[in-house]
């Protein structure tokens, strides 16, 4: 693009400015090419002329567009420079308060000088997991993204920090640090992530002053190297520190402070145990009070000093060696304070003996008094031939006490750092590690020394490997990208950095210097001006010679030579050092050794010559100085940093005076020059910055495409063509594989033409409904004024109709006018003649009618007295009657009120009424319509009357003209006229009738509209009546309570115990953690340690660990029908898994039956015995054994009969029900079908019935026959015996015989009447239940017609149909049920019969065989006996070996698919009803054994699938329901309210296992929090993708330029990138994990409790996502979230679920949503925000608002001012103080009893497990 095409008008500019280092201007006029001037105009509107030249002065730099400003990366702007990113972060860090910001690699870091809540627990887990780009900026992601890389690369890390003093280096990698303690939690209890946080505070102590600058300097560098395992979990720590400055030992500048250490120590002074120290204020010590301030604002000191003891005591640091260090801190203090006095000579010094500091100083670390005195004013000096004492001036004492204090504390320094090392490491082998370097930025001051020149040395090491790895990482994107690369020219400091460490180079010359012996800083000064003057990067200042000037890569920066030489030395008399070496203290003179002395005493051996002393050898490190030290320390740590991944962190410091969210523009941009940021920036932009991945650039500049484009399916040719379109230079682009690549400046020149096809379109949108408008307001005015004109011409026709009116009005008015006149005068004539004849007739008729008067009045005068005395006796008799009655009636009116009362009262007689009314108003509105329909027939009639007369009097008229014409007499007219005239009397007779039928249809209409408002004023009347009746109740309710106060007790208690129950979950919670910590280190001792001997198996092992010594326990039972079996394999597995309910009646039925059954056997054993008994006992077996089968046959065929009469009844209920409910439906064919088939298979079973009956009768006559049969043949056979006894044994036999007899009638007697009353007892039970199914219908039925009552009339049909479908849908499967039940009824009598026959044909053999043989009598019953079936109690018995086969099969190897066609939780029935036989026997051993062994295998099988969300639901169900067991059976009676009678009886008799309760509760909540647990952790990676990210709402989401860090190595571009999961796919996932659930049957509360956690953890995810994303904060993701959110909700509802509260626990979110879409203008909307965001806080709001981010520049950001309004409403809130929710919250979970309506005795238990061994009891 040409310079015409960009500078051009409106389009703005960055112009450079003294104060603002850059200022915003707007072009005026285009710009062309050659121009000297470019017009521009300021923000201010002020005019400017802008001058362009050439090479002095070139073109402005282009400002980005608005929607690119704020960028998270500094690399998607368009216009990459300077001003570019002083703005981009200036805007961040002040409008949005954002101080992370991206720049390619990396992370810029602006110091707020304010606490944020940014930096807490929540964060660092919303972070951890998620790829760099994909969030905020923040220190976090950093550490997150070497984390990750640390693990998928299997290659070293290192975080490089740097910045200036001040600028919060040590804080941002304490925030690291914090992070890797967070994630890579150590795997044992060595706690090594709390060691390695806990050095912070004691590095902070000894290592960090308060600066000019900064309140908490570090002031010495430092790479803490954190050691991780395979797993990645922290296992040791190593730190490295790199020059300490010393010197601020003895000397601070101005308002500044020594090291912390050494005030904490002062502010604790007066502790007991530092008494001995001798110290006092920090002011009264020279080396604390240079600076002047010894307090910093807002710092406790003493604090801090116990922070610092806690932390050595973490890092095992003894009490003794904590003890000798801070002796050491003292007596530097106290050193400090010695006071040297000088001789008069001048050149010699001396200390008074009574020098208290030196006494302190001397006791403190135990060394000689004297001694050190000589040697602090005195020195040694050794040369090749003697040694003498030479005494020191005062300045050089003073000097060399100094030096002494810094040697002291560097080696207190080193020694501490070395035991914090010691403490961090560890004996395990460290896989990998990530190094955090915390290391002073590129300082320059107005006096620049030794230190200064070391640490900008550092800098330009750190900037060179900073240059070389960005340009390798772009080198690697184009290859990658298979982009055509070009060599990028780039700043390399490697002149710089052999200036300095290069051979002769400035620290060689600087080290030769100070092996002279009387080398100074002037002649190494004039050394370098000699060797380096020719160097680019070396300069000499003009005004000085004793300095020097480096070109640095950030700045020049000038040196001053002064101190080099002495620091460099870094000198220390040996003399001081032995005395301290000869201490008395162990720590002190370890502080001093030398650590390679050890080498010395291998030449010790010989000595060869001894003529002259020879002085002693230095040490090593003494020979080492400190610029030699420096670089050696320093190529050690860039060799680590080469060989792993850095990451970098540029700290920046926003101003100078520590003013809270305060930028200064020039600051900022001379550390960003310093700091490599724009370096970064220009190499980028040397390039192709921009790069947009070809689905994304397809959707944002799609708009520049035709219709005919877009239809192509492939994107990357679409692309192709568009940009060959728009971009005409080739070069200005480049096709990647997956990404185009773009030169600064084209994007924003895309967005320009993207912005000019917007405002097009919205032109001619603006053009058409302007257009619109005003053909609208056009044709308005139009027909406004035709309609003037039409009323104007029409009020001038009135106004002469109205003249003419007039006219002929004032002529009839004067005609009336005469003709009045005229007739009064006649009138007042006439009336004068009536009058005198009236008065004249009056007066006679007058005389005639006084007479009569008169006898008239005596007349009524003697019959009112007459009447007056009757009436007076008839009202005294009549007074006395109502007086009786009105007492008597009141009597009857009272109760009658009463009750009316009652009835009033009953929603019934309220329905009656209006029932009555509405029949009334019906009928009357009938009537109405059938005389309104009569008198409309009878209208007609009279009109077609009227017509024929009419046409008659027409033709009478024409002949009567005939008539007249015809003949001139008169007698025919005056017939005509006559009948003319009888005519019309009929007509107006019919007129009359006519006006008469109206008239009665008026009235009567109008009496039924009386009658009809009579009823509604009546119903209005009882609706008043029922809403007075209501207001009655619920005041009567109200005053039941006992007033708020009571609820409010009620409420407080209740969040108690919620708060109650929530600390003891999270106790549990970590009893489990604790637990699962003890497994592992087990597991680690055995891998570890080799155990030789037996080893126990899995069998023993689960009987012998037991976790608990709980006493005693109770047991289940398990039952087993023939007809449950029979139905499930009619019905099929799945089904009748899966229809329950229908399985549970069914049930009922067949144990109903069974009842019975066991009953009648019951009294046939009991026969059988008797028989067996009598046999034995008589002397004539055979005739008894055959009474008792002849017993036992009639008993068989009565009880056969009975059951046929009862299923007979059966039958004719079922059809006469079936009969009438079709009579009832005949509207519906196919009901009626229904309804026939039904029939016709019950007359099918009715006839099957009938010819069993034969058979039965059949049977019955067989049993005669024979009983006769036998009865003659013993006749027979007592005829043929002789008479061997005499009569008398014979009477005895027969008096035994009848006693006999009499014994059995009386147990058959007894049998009936227990029978009988049982049959009493279950008639009143189901007379109660249908009581009670009475009270629910009638209820039902109360709110139904409530319900009806509100509803309105179209409604109210609605709901009636559906209301008759339900019923008719619920008696189609009543019948059904019933036709079910009767079909199994018959299968059963069937059974029974094939039983029966086959018994009668065994019963017949065993006859004839005991006819043959009479010897063995005793066989005859051995078959019945036999097949006697047993009444079964519900429980399992088994032996105590077979425990642990048991729990094997039931628990270990039990899978959910094994038992998922069964009753849900049968593991935990089968186990109970093995409980209840333990307690049944009484055995307490196996109770306790069973169930604790139980215990520990559900805990062994949890944590096998502790990953397992369908295992673990199917546990949590089975524990659930055996602790629901335990209490449904325990005999507590606050248990056994919903248990039936049987259930009672099944209840425990001997132990109570309340405690064993408390336990399995215990393990139910512990396994529900690993089922959230490993809910959550599969939901949690569907959740942001599914909610935020993926387009539920197709094309709504905009998409914007892209920054590096969305194309960085965090993302997995092997795997094809991360997943991506939709909306539709995580309610796919919560569908599963419901469904689960409910298969498992798992209590709907405990499951809608799950939904409600996951449902939590949803919000919190998508919530702290959106507060940390500021890509995601527009209104269009704000539709999508409300959208996803509303699917969300419905779900709930489809799946019964919206009572768990699940749905409020999205408030938070939705408000968020409705946040991102409201206005954000004006004070209104400000206070509609306040009211709408309820649920989220303050810090929330206002961050959203902070993010929130326009997607096209037609939207408007939101400003700063509306945000201040923002906090300042909500300002009185109390709102919790962190910004992001917790998703690790757990609500308290509780488990509610539901008690089992299952039978445990008709329990049916699978072949399928092998539980062969368990008897059934």
């Not at 509405?918 to 007609?940: A, F």
Request: proline share 3%.
């Amino acid at each position: 693009m040409s310079v015409n095409e960009l500078y051009t008008k409106y389009t703005r500019v960055w112009i450079p400015d003294p104060d603002d280092v850059w200022k915003a201007a707007e072009i005026t006029r285009d710009y062309k090419e050659g121009e000297a001037v470019l017009h521009l105009k300021l923000e201010d509107e002020t005019p400017l002329e802008y001058p362009v030249g050439p090479k002095s002065n070139p073109l402005p730099f282009l400002r980005n567009p608005d929607i690119l400003v704020g960028e998270n990366d500094l690399t998607a702007l368009s216009y990459l420079h300077e001003p570019a990113v002083l703005h981009n972060l200036r805007v961040r860090f002040l409008e949005s308060n954002h101080i992370y910001t991206y720049c390619g690699i990396v992370l810029v870091a602006i110091n707020p000088y304010e606490q944020l809540q940014i930096y807490g627990e929540e964060v660092i887990n919303a972070y951890s997991g998620q790829n760099m780009g994909d969030m905020d900026p923040h220190i976090f992601a950093v550490a997150e993204e070497a984390y990750k890389q640390m693990a998928r690369d299997e290659r070293n890390q290192s975080i490089i920090v740097s910045g200036e003093s001040g600028a919060g280096k040590t804080v941002s990698a304490k925030y690291a640090m914090r992070f890797f303690a967070t994630v890579g939690g150590s795997a044992n209890d060595t706690n090594v992530e709390e060691k390695v946080l806990a050095s912070s505070p004691i590095m902070e102590a000894i290592g960090n002053a308060k600066t000019t600058r900064n309140d908490n300097s570090s002031r010495f560098g430092k790479y803490i190297q954190i050691g991780f395992s395979r797993r990645y979990h922290i296992i040791g720590a190593n730190m490295r520190t790199y020059l300490l400055e010393k010197s601020r030992v003895v000397f601070q500048a101005e308002d500044e402070r020594n090291y912390h250490i050494f005030y904490q120590l002062c502010a604790s002074a007066s502790l007991p145990e530092f008494r001995e120290l001798g110290l006092t204020s920090a002011e009264d010590f020279t080396f604390t009070s240079l600076g002047e301030n010894i307090f910093i604002e807002g710092v406790n000191d003493a604090d801090d000093f116990i922070k610092t003891r806690e932390a050595f005591t973490l890092l095992g640091i003894k009490e003794s060696s904590q003890s000798s260090i801070f002796k050491v801190i003292a007596s530097i203090l106290h050193l400090g304070n010695v006071e040297i006095c000088s001789e008069r000579d001048g050149e010699s010094c001396h200390i008074s003996r009574d020098d208290v500091h030196l006494q302190h100083f001397c006791r403190l670390l135990g060394v000689e008094l004297q001694q050190m005195e000589h040697w602090l004013c005195h020195r040694k000096l050794a040369t090749t031939s003697e040694t003498y004492v030479k005494n020191m001036s005062s300045k050089q004492a003073s000097n060399a006490r100094d030096a002494l204090a810094k040697h002291i504390y560097a080696r207190m320094f080193d020694w501490i750092v070395e035991h914090i090392n010691m403490s961090l490491q560890t004996s395990s082998k460290q896989h990998s590690f990530i190094g955090v370097l915390d290391i002073y930025g590129f300082e320059t001051f107005e006096v620049n020394s030794f230190e200064q020149f070391c640490i900008n040395y550092a800098n330009e090491k750190l900037q060179q490997q900073f240059n070389s790895h960005v340009f390798k990482l772009e080198q690697e994107e184009y290859m990658k990208e298979q982009i055509p690369w070009t060599l990028i020219d780039f700043y390399d400091n490697q002149p710089c950095i052999d200036l300095i460490e290069a051979k002769l180079g400035i620290l060689d010359l600087l080290d030769e210097e100070c092996k002279v012996p009387k080398g100074t800083d002037q002649n190494w000064a004039q050394k370098l001006y000699k060797q380096h003057s020719s160097s680019a990067h070396f300069q000499k200042p003009r005004m000085s010679n004793v300095s020097f000037i480096i070109i640095h890569f950030a700045d020049k920066v000038e040196y001053q030579c002064e101190g080099f030489l002495e620091k460099n030395r870094d000198t220390v008399y040996e003399e001081q050092i032995n005395i301290l070496k000869a201490s008395q203290f162990q720590l002190v003179a370890d502080l001093f050794h030398d650590k390679d002395g050890v080498s010395s005493s291998k030449s010790s051996r010989v000595n060869v010559r001894a003529a002259k002393p020879t002085p002693k050898t230095p040490n090593r490190e003494h020979r080492k100085t400190v610029g030699h030290q420096f670089r050696s320390s320093l190529h050690l740590l860039m060799e680590t940093l080469n060989a792993t991944t850095p990451h970098y962190v540029r700290c920046i410091k926003p101003n100078d005076v520590k003013e809270a969210f305060s930028f200064d523009s020039s600051r900022a941009v001379q550390q960003l020059r310093a700091c490599g940021v724009l370096e970064t920036i220009r190499i980028s932009a040397a390039g192709y910055p921009s790069r947009w991945t070809y689905p994304d650039f397809f959707s944002r500049y799609r708009v520049l495409l035709k219709k005919s484009d877009m239809m192509s399916a492939d994107k990357k040719l679409v692309c192709r063509n568009l940009l060959e379109t728009l971009i005409k230079e080739p070069d200005m682009y480049q096709f990647g594989k997956t990404k185009i690549f773009f030169r600064a400046g084209q994007v924003a020149y895309l967005e320009k033409i993207r912005a000019d096809k917007f405002r097009s379109a919205c032109i001619k949108i603006q053009k058409t409904v302007r257009g619109w408008l005003q053909r609208v307001r056009y044709r308005k005015i139009r027909k406004s004024a035709i309609t003037l004109q039409r009323y104007g011409r029409g009020y001038l026709a009135r106004r002469y109709a109205e003249f003419l009116r007039l006219s002929r009005a004032a002529l009839i008015c004067q005609k009336q006018y005469r003709m009045v006149r005229d007739r009064r005068a006649f009138l007042r004539v006439r009336q004068a003649v009536v009058t005198i004849q009236a008065y004249t007739r009056g007066m006679f008729t007058r005389r005639i009618y006084w007479e009569f008067l008169m006898h008239h009045k005596a007349m009524i005068i003697q019959k009112s007295v007459r009447g007056w005395l009757q009436r007076k006796k008839f009202r005294r008799a009549r007074a006395a009657a109502i007086i009786i009655q009105c007492a008597y009636r009141r009597r009857l009116a009272k109760r009658q009120l009463q009750q009316l009362k009652i009835e009033a009262r009953s929603a019934q007689h309220l329905k009656k009424l209006n029932t009555g009314m509405e029949n009334k108003i019906v009928q009357l509105q009938r009537k109405m319509d059938d005389q309104s329909k009569e008198l409309k027939s009878q209208n007609e009639q009279l009109q077609q009357v009227n017509i024929t007369l009419g046409s008659e009097v027409n033709k009478l008229q024409k002949q009567l003209e005939q008539a007249r014409s015809q003949q001139a007499g008169g007698g025919q007219l005056t017939s005509l006229q006559e009948e003319l005239d009888r005519l019309r009397e009929e007509l107006q007779e019919a007129l009359a009738h006519n006006k008469k039928l109206e008239e009665e249809h008026g009235t009567e209409k109008q009496s039924l509209q009386q009658r009809v408002e009579e009823l509604q004023r009546e119903n209005s009347l009882l609706k008043t009546e029922k809403e007075e009746m209501n207001q009655i109740i619920a005041q009567l309710s109200k005053s039941s309570e006992d007033g708020s106060s009571v609820s409010q007790k009620e409420a407080t208690l209740q969040k108690e115990l919620d708060q109650e129950r929530q600390r003891y979950q999270n106790l549990l919670k970590e009893f489990s953690r604790l637990e699962q910590r003890y497994d592992n280190l087990k597991e680690e001792v055995s891998l570890n340690k080799f155990h030789p001997g037996h080893r126990r198996n899995p069998s023993n092992v689960s009987s012998l660990e037991s976790d608990s010594n709980y006493p005693s326990i109770s047991t289940s039972e398990v039952g087993d029908t023939e007809d449950s079996i029979q139905l499930v394999e009619e019905m099929g597995v799945e089904k009748a898994a899966m229809d329950i309910s229908l399985f549970m009646k069914l049930q009922k039925r067949v144990r109903e039956l069974e009842t019975e059954r066991k009953r009648l056997q019951t009294s046939v054993d009991k026969m059988e015995e008797l028989a067996k008994r009598k046999g034995s006992e008589s002397r004539s077996p055979t005739s008894e054994t055959e009474t008792a089968d002849l017993a036992y046959d009639s008993l068989k065929r009565q009880e056969l009969e009975t059951e046929n009469k009862k299923l007979k009844n059966d039958l004719n209920e079922l059809r006469k029900t079936i009969s009438e409910r079709a009579s009832q439906n005949n509207s519906s064919n196919e009901l009626q079908d229904g309804y026939n088939l039904l029939l016709s298979q019950l007359k099918a079973a009715t006839e099957e019935l009938d010819a069993r009956k034969e058979e039965v009768l059949i049977l019955r006559t067989q049993i005669v026959s024979t009983a006769e049969q036998q009865g003659k043949n013993n006749h027979i056979e007592s005829e043929n015996v002789p008479e061997l006894n005499s009569k008398e044994p014979i009477d005895k036999e027969e008096a035994a015989k009848d006693y006999h007899g009499l014994t059995e009638s009386k147990k058959l007697l007894e049998a009936q009447l227990q029978t009988q009353s049982r049959q009493h007892k279950d008639e009143l039970e189901a007379l109660h239940t249908q009581i009670e199914l009475l009270r629910d219908d009638i209820e039902k039925k109360q709110e139904i017609l409530n319900y009806m009552s509100s509803l309105s009339p179209e409604a109210k049909v609605e709901y009636s149909v559906q209301q008759e479908i339900t019923r008719l849908t619920n008696d189609n499967l009543d019948l059904k049920e019933l036709v079910e039940k009767l079909e199994k009824n018959e299968r059963k009598l069937k059974k029974q019969l094939r039983i029966y026959m086959k018994k009668v044909q065994e019963l017949e053999a065993s006859m004839a065989a005991a006819q043959s043989s009479r010897s063995k009598p005793e066989l005859i019953r051995q078959v019945t006996v036999q097949r006697k079936e047993k009444d079964f109690e519900g429980m399992l018995e088994y032996n105590k070996e077979d425990e642990a086969l048991l729990l094997k099969t039931l628990i270990t190897d039990m899978r959910p698919s094994l038992v998922s066609a069964t009753v849900p939780c049968l593991p935990a029935y089968i186990l109970f009803m093995c409980i209840r036989h333990a307690d049944y026997i009484n055995d307490d051993q196996k109770v306790e054994a069973l169930l604790t062994s139980t215990i520990n295998s559900i805990k062994k099988v949890l944590k096998k699938n502790n990953d397992d969300f369908e295992m673990t639901s199917f546990w949590l169900a089975n524990t659930s329901r055996l602790l629901h067991c335990l209490k449904q059976y325990s005999g507590d009676e606050a248990f056994m309210t919903q248990n039936t009678s049987k259930q009672n009886e099944h209840c425990l008799k001997n132990f109570d296992l309340a405690e064993y309760r408390q336990v399995l509760s215990d393990l139910s909540i512990q396994i529900y929090q690993q089922l959230i647990k490993v809910a959550e952790g599969i939901i949690q990676p569907m959740i942001v993708s599914a909610m935020l990210e993926s387009e539920s709402i197709p094309s709504l989401a905009g998409v914007k330029p892209m920054g590096y860090r969305n194309r960085s190595s965090s993302m997995d571009t092997d795997a094809g990138g991360p997943s991506s999961y939709t909306l539709e796919a995580l309610i796919r996932q919560l569908g599963q994990f419901h469904g689960i659930m409910r298969d498992h049957g798992l209590d709907p509360e405990i499951a809608g409790q799950v939904v409600r956690q996951l449902f939590h953890c949803i919000n919190a995810t998508t919530l702290n996502n959106l507060l940390l994303r500021k890509d995601v904060c527009s209104w269009s993701t704000g539709m999508q979230l409300r959208y996803n959110t509303s699917q969300m909700e419905e779900w709930l509802r489809a799946n019964n679920l919206y009572q768990s509260n699940a749905a409020a626990t999205l408030e938070p979110i939705i408000q968020a949503a409705q946040l991102l879409q409201v206005k954000k203008k004006t004070t209104q909307d400000a206070e509609a925000i306040c009211s709408l965001c309820t649920s989220l806080t303050t810090q929330q709001i206002v961050k959203i608002l902070n993010l929130y981010t326009p997607l096209n520049e037609f939207e408007e950001r939101v400003t700063v001012s509306f945000i201040r309004t923002i906090q300042n409403s909500l300002q009185d809130r109390n709102d919790p103080p962190q910004l992001l929710l917790d998703t690790k919250q757990t609500f308290p979970v509780l488990f509610p009893y539901t008690p089992s309506a299952l039978s445990l005795e008709t329990l049916h238990i699978p072949a399928s497990l092998d539980l062969n061994f368990l008897i059934r009891v």
